[in-house]
């Protein structure tokens, strides 16, 4: 019986991950590659040193499509991507909700800005330019991120028409803008006195000019064309100050952008979906019925 039972899991396993496809996001060269970047790192669930950035497609569970899609940025300090919990797992929750799911494996220190926001607009123009492929509508594509993971997104949600994400492709004419943001105790600015100072210096540099460091910051680029967007932090965060989400929070309701935001009391940083966080665990739970009520899933 158990090895009947082992038996069945190997092959259950192994249908799940074959619905994964990875998907190149730069078939045609790497902008500022470099010429011997090094081999990609792994240690764990950490991702490092990534010189070839890609898509981790997750279809919507069958029969549960909603014609709807999530770019996920894991976090990291832009480092490392913390690839597991702050990007595969919340990929298999949008996929059971019927969401399609692509986690970017993007660019970090080694090549700093504006490497990662290069990439991350290219991911939306990718899935954008094949919604129909995937099964979603182009103008139902979101944004997810986590920690750094979460400047990543909200950098996309307010520099989506940055001349730095344009290199003279053909996808450069597809629109960048997600249409709504999910962000997860997320760095947000990367002026003192709550900028994540590992953050700033992985991304920015050691002595990275004061203008460069406001622009990067990203409650200062918002505007009405940002788009909706859904906010969790944890009173208690000692790496990412709460005054974060707060900030940004603040930015979308001057810009009159519809928002949501919960701070939970304690939870910490880098919770991902894991339990054992009090009611900041119910975050996925908030984030489901923000979906819902916006009409991105059923």
């Known amino acids: 019986m158990r090895k009947l039972l082992l038996t069945l899991f190997f092959f259950i396993a192994a249908g799940a991950q074959a619905q994964t496809t990875v998907i190149p996001l730069w078939p045609e060269g790497v902008p500022n590659a470099k010429a011997n970047p090094g081999p990609e790192k792994l240690d764990g669930e950490l991702i490092s040193h990534v010189s070839q950035p890609t898509l981790t497609y997750y279809p919507a569970a069958s029969g549960r499509a909603a014609r709807t899609a999530v770019i996920i940025c894991p976090g990291g300090g832009y480092e490392f991507l913390a690839f597991d919990h702050e990007g595969r797992?919340?990929?298999?929750?949008?996929?059971?909700?019927?969401?399609?799911?692509?986690?970017?494996?993007?660019?970090?220190?080694?090549?700093g800005h504006p490497a990662p926001l290069q990439d991350v607009l290219r991911a939306l123009r990718t899935v954008r330019a094949h919604a129909a492929d995937y099964g979603v509508a182009a103008d139902r594509i979101g944004v997810m991120g986590s920690s750094a993971g979460g400047h990543l997104a909200a950098s996309a949600a307010t520099m989506f028409d940055d001349p730095a994400?344009?290199?003279?492709?053909?996808?450069?004419?597809?629109s960048a803008r997600p249409d709504f943001l999910l962000l997860m105790y997320p760095v947000i600015t990367l002026m003192p006195p709550s900028a994540h100072a590992g953050s700033r210096h992985a991304l920015l540099g050691a002595n990275p000019a004061p203008d460069l460091v406001k622009r990067m910051s990203v409650e200062t680029r918002v505007s009405a064309q940002t788009p909706p967007t859904f906010l969790v932090h944890s009173q208690d965060d000692g790496a990412v100050p709460v005054d974060n989400s707060i900030l940004f929070f603040q930015a979308l309701t001057r810009a009159h952008v519809p928002a949501e935001m919960h701070i939970f009391e304690r939870g910490g940083h880098g919770m991902g979906m894991s339990a054992g966080h009090g009611d900041a665990s119910l975050w996925p739970q908030r984030a489901e019925e923000w979906l819902r009520d916006r009409k991105l899933i059923q």
Do not use: H, I, N, P
């Open 89 to 111: 797992q919340y990929a298999q929750w949008l996929s059971r909700l019927g969401v399609a799911a692509f986690v970017l494996k993007y660019r970090l220190s080694d090549f």
């Open 165 to 174: 994400g344009r290199t003279g492709a053909a996808l450069d004419a597809v």
